[in-house]
Protein backbone atom coordinates (compact mmCIF):
# COMPACT_ATOMS: atom_id res chain seq x y z
CA UNK A 1 0.00 0.00 0.00
CA UNK A 2 1.13 3.67 -0.65
CA UNK A 3 2.65 5.68 2.02
CA UNK A 4 -0.09 8.61 0.72
CA UNK A 5 -3.23 8.08 -0.40
CA UNK A 6 -5.26 10.03 -2.32
CA UNK A 7 -9.02 9.67 -2.91
CA UNK A 8 -10.66 10.02 -5.66
CA UNK A 9 -7.74 10.12 -8.03
CA UNK A 10 -9.83 11.63 -10.56
CA UNK A 11 -13.11 13.65 -10.36
CA UNK A 12 -15.18 15.39 -13.03
CA UNK A 13 -17.72 17.74 -11.30
CA UNK A 14 -19.75 21.10 -12.20
CA UNK A 15 -19.47 24.65 -11.51
CA UNK A 16 -20.85 25.18 -7.83
CA UNK A 17 -20.61 22.10 -6.76
CA UNK A 18 -18.87 20.98 -3.47
CA UNK A 19 -15.85 18.61 -3.38
CA UNK A 20 -13.81 17.15 -1.04
CA UNK A 21 -10.50 15.50 -1.51
CA UNK A 22 -8.79 13.03 0.77
CA UNK A 23 -5.41 12.41 1.89
CA UNK A 24 -4.32 9.69 4.38
CA UNK A 25 -0.83 8.89 5.00
CA UNK A 26 0.98 5.82 7.16
CA UNK A 27 4.44 7.73 7.27
CA UNK A 28 3.81 8.67 10.92
CA UNK A 29 4.06 12.58 9.62
CA UNK A 30 3.31 15.49 11.63
CA UNK A 31 3.73 18.06 8.38
CA UNK A 32 0.79 17.56 5.80
CA UNK A 33 0.57 19.75 3.03
CA UNK A 34 -1.62 20.04 -0.32
CA UNK A 35 -0.37 21.62 -3.54
CA UNK A 36 -1.92 22.35 -7.02
CA UNK A 37 -0.05 21.84 -10.02
CA UNK A 38 -0.86 23.62 -13.11
CA UNK A 39 1.53 23.00 -16.50
CA UNK A 40 4.37 25.55 -16.44
CA UNK A 41 3.24 26.81 -12.92
CA UNK A 42 5.08 24.05 -10.88
CA UNK A 43 3.58 23.28 -7.61
CA UNK A 44 1.69 25.99 -5.36
CA UNK A 45 0.85 25.44 -1.99
CA UNK A 46 -2.40 25.73 -0.99
CA UNK A 47 -2.97 25.12 2.37
CA UNK A 48 -0.06 22.99 5.39
CA UNK A 49 -0.57 21.55 8.84
CA UNK A 50 2.20 20.94 10.88
CA UNK A 51 -0.08 19.53 13.93
CA UNK A 52 -4.19 18.82 14.31
CA UNK A 53 -4.44 22.03 15.90
CA UNK A 54 -2.25 23.71 13.04
CA UNK A 55 -3.59 25.13 9.72
CA UNK A 56 -1.68 27.46 7.89
CA UNK A 57 -2.72 29.46 4.31
CA UNK A 58 -0.22 28.75 1.76
CA UNK A 59 0.05 30.83 -1.52
CA UNK A 60 -3.22 30.51 -2.86
CA UNK A 61 -5.74 29.32 -0.37
CA UNK A 62 -8.85 31.44 -1.86
CA UNK A 63 -11.78 29.03 -2.67
CA UNK A 64 -10.24 25.95 -0.17
CA UNK A 65 -10.91 24.88 3.01
CA UNK A 66 -9.35 22.20 4.69
CA UNK A 67 -9.90 20.10 7.26
CA UNK A 68 -6.95 18.04 10.19
CA UNK A 69 -9.31 15.20 10.77
CA UNK A 70 -6.53 13.17 12.47
CA UNK A 71 -2.45 12.97 12.52
CA UNK A 72 -2.72 10.74 9.53
CA UNK A 73 -5.88 12.23 7.71
CA UNK A 74 -6.00 16.13 5.73
CA UNK A 75 -8.65 16.78 3.66
CA UNK A 76 -9.10 19.84 0.91
CA UNK A 77 -12.92 21.06 0.35
CA UNK A 78 -13.63 23.87 -2.62
CA UNK A 79 -17.28 24.66 -0.96
CA UNK A 80 -18.53 25.77 -5.02
CA UNK A 81 -16.13 24.94 -7.52
CA UNK A 82 -15.24 26.77 -10.23
CA UNK A 83 -13.76 25.70 -13.59
CA UNK A 84 -10.19 27.70 -12.64
CA UNK A 85 -9.66 25.01 -10.24
CA UNK A 86 -9.31 22.83 -12.91
CA UNK A 87 -6.03 20.80 -11.29
CA UNK A 88 -3.97 18.35 -10.39
CA UNK A 89 -3.79 17.89 -6.77
CA UNK A 90 -1.01 16.74 -4.21
CA UNK A 91 -1.04 15.44 -0.90
CA UNK A 92 2.26 15.42 0.89
CA UNK A 93 3.82 14.78 3.95
CA UNK A 94 7.17 15.44 5.53
CA UNK A 95 9.25 14.99 8.70
CA UNK A 96 10.56 18.38 8.96
CA UNK A 97 11.94 21.34 7.36
CA UNK A 98 14.95 19.19 6.28
CA UNK A 99 13.08 16.05 5.19
CA UNK A 100 11.73 15.32 1.79
CA UNK A 101 8.14 15.35 1.17
CA UNK A 102 6.55 12.25 0.17
CA UNK A 103 3.78 12.55 -2.51
CA UNK A 104 0.64 10.96 -3.09
CA UNK A 105 0.08 9.87 -6.47
CA UNK A 106 -2.61 12.89 -6.94
CA UNK A 107 -6.27 13.74 -7.51
CA UNK A 108 -7.16 14.91 -10.97
CA UNK A 109 -10.06 17.85 -11.19
CA UNK A 110 -12.02 18.81 -13.82
CA UNK A 111 -14.99 22.05 -13.47
CA UNK A 112 -16.95 21.79 -16.07
CA UNK B 1 11.56 34.95 1.20
CA UNK B 2 12.36 32.32 -0.73
CA UNK B 3 11.70 31.44 -4.44
CA UNK B 4 13.60 29.14 -6.84
CA UNK B 5 13.76 29.90 -10.78
CA UNK B 6 14.40 27.20 -12.95
CA UNK B 7 16.49 28.35 -16.80
CA UNK B 8 14.65 26.23 -19.59
CA UNK B 9 11.11 24.60 -18.97
CA UNK B 10 11.85 21.96 -22.00
CA UNK B 11 15.66 20.52 -22.25
CA UNK B 12 16.15 18.14 -25.01
CA UNK B 13 19.24 15.72 -24.95
CA UNK B 14 20.24 12.55 -26.83
CA UNK B 15 20.64 9.40 -25.36
CA UNK B 16 23.83 8.60 -23.61
CA UNK B 17 24.19 13.13 -23.55
CA UNK B 18 25.15 15.14 -20.54
CA UNK B 19 22.01 16.29 -18.79
CA UNK B 20 22.43 19.66 -17.20
CA UNK B 21 18.86 21.42 -15.28
CA UNK B 22 19.41 24.34 -14.03
CA UNK B 23 18.13 25.62 -10.47
CA UNK B 24 18.82 29.26 -8.64
CA UNK B 25 17.37 29.92 -5.64
CA UNK B 26 16.72 32.73 -3.66
CA UNK B 27 17.04 32.38 0.97
CA UNK B 28 17.82 34.86 3.32
CA UNK B 29 18.70 31.98 5.72
CA UNK B 30 20.57 28.40 4.82
CA UNK B 31 18.53 26.83 2.64
CA UNK B 32 17.82 23.02 2.40
CA UNK B 33 17.78 22.18 -1.27
CA UNK B 34 15.27 19.66 -2.84
CA UNK B 35 15.20 17.93 -6.81
CA UNK B 36 12.66 15.95 -7.64
CA UNK B 37 10.99 13.91 -10.68
CA UNK B 38 8.09 13.18 -11.89
CA UNK B 39 6.84 10.76 -14.51
CA UNK B 40 3.88 10.80 -16.16
CA UNK B 41 0.71 10.11 -13.95
CA UNK B 42 2.59 9.52 -10.85
CA UNK B 43 3.11 12.06 -7.93
CA UNK B 44 6.71 13.51 -6.82
CA UNK B 45 9.21 11.51 -5.94
CA UNK B 46 12.85 12.49 -4.35
CA UNK B 47 16.55 12.34 -6.89
CA UNK B 48 18.37 14.25 -4.41
CA UNK B 49 19.22 17.05 -1.48
CA UNK B 50 21.19 18.88 0.02
CA UNK B 51 20.94 20.13 3.90
CA UNK B 52 24.53 20.19 5.33
CA UNK B 53 27.78 19.32 4.44
CA UNK B 54 29.33 18.05 1.13
CA UNK B 55 28.30 20.20 -1.11
CA UNK B 56 28.18 17.24 -4.08
CA UNK B 57 25.04 15.59 -3.67
CA UNK B 58 24.61 12.13 -5.22
CA UNK B 59 21.20 10.92 -5.58
CA UNK B 60 19.29 8.15 -7.59
CA UNK B 61 19.49 6.81 -10.88
CA UNK B 62 22.64 8.28 -11.58
CA UNK B 63 21.98 12.06 -10.91
CA UNK B 64 23.91 14.05 -8.45
CA UNK B 65 23.85 18.37 -7.63
CA UNK B 66 26.23 20.82 -6.29
CA UNK B 67 25.07 23.47 -4.35
CA UNK B 68 27.02 26.31 -4.67
CA UNK B 69 26.41 29.20 -2.31
CA UNK B 70 28.26 32.25 -4.29
CA UNK B 71 26.29 31.35 -7.16
CA UNK B 72 22.79 30.49 -5.63
CA UNK B 73 22.74 27.67 -8.03
CA UNK B 74 21.94 23.89 -7.80
CA UNK B 75 22.43 22.49 -10.84
CA UNK B 76 21.15 18.66 -11.82
CA UNK B 77 23.55 16.76 -13.94
CA UNK B 78 23.73 12.86 -15.58
CA UNK B 79 26.89 12.10 -17.75
CA UNK B 80 24.91 10.15 -19.85
CA UNK B 81 21.29 10.69 -19.95
CA UNK B 82 19.15 7.17 -20.65
CA UNK B 83 15.81 7.19 -22.59
CA UNK B 84 14.11 6.34 -18.90
CA UNK B 85 15.34 9.80 -17.84
CA UNK B 86 12.77 11.54 -19.87
CA UNK B 87 10.23 12.92 -17.38
CA UNK B 88 9.59 16.11 -15.60
CA UNK B 89 11.95 17.99 -12.69
CA UNK B 90 11.27 20.01 -9.83
CA UNK B 91 13.77 22.23 -7.68
CA UNK B 92 12.79 23.19 -4.26
CA UNK B 93 14.05 24.91 -1.37
CA UNK B 94 13.30 25.17 2.40
CA UNK B 95 14.45 26.05 5.50
CA UNK B 96 14.18 25.83 9.57
CA UNK B 97 13.26 29.42 9.73
CA UNK B 98 9.48 29.98 9.97
CA UNK B 99 6.98 27.23 10.01
CA UNK B 100 8.15 26.47 6.46
CA UNK B 101 7.03 24.96 3.40
CA UNK B 102 8.34 24.12 0.69
CA UNK B 103 9.18 26.50 -2.45
CA UNK B 104 8.88 24.82 -5.79
CA UNK B 105 10.55 26.21 -8.91
CA UNK B 106 7.73 25.74 -12.08
CA UNK B 107 9.45 22.44 -13.59
CA UNK B 108 11.71 21.31 -16.48
CA UNK B 109 10.59 19.06 -18.71
CA UNK B 110 13.43 16.46 -19.90
CA UNK B 111 12.84 15.15 -22.92
CA UNK B 112 15.53 11.96 -24.27
CA UNK B 113 16.31 11.54 -28.21
CA UNK B 114 17.17 8.32 -29.62
Known amino acids: DADVTQTPRNRITKTGKRIMLECSQTKGHDRMYWYRQDPGLGLQLIYY???????NKGEISDGYSVSRQAQAKFSLSLESAIPNQTALYFC???????????FGEGSRLTVL | AQSVTQLGSHVSVSEGALVLLRCNYS??????LFWYVQYPNQGLQLLLKYTTGATLVKGINGFEAEFKKSETSFHLTKPSAHMSDAAEYFC????????????FGTGTRLKVLA
Open chain 1, 49 to 55: SFDVKDI
Open chain 2, 27 to 32: SSVPPY
Open chain 2, 92 to 103: AVSSDSGTYKYI
Open chain 1, 92 to 102: ATSSGASGELF
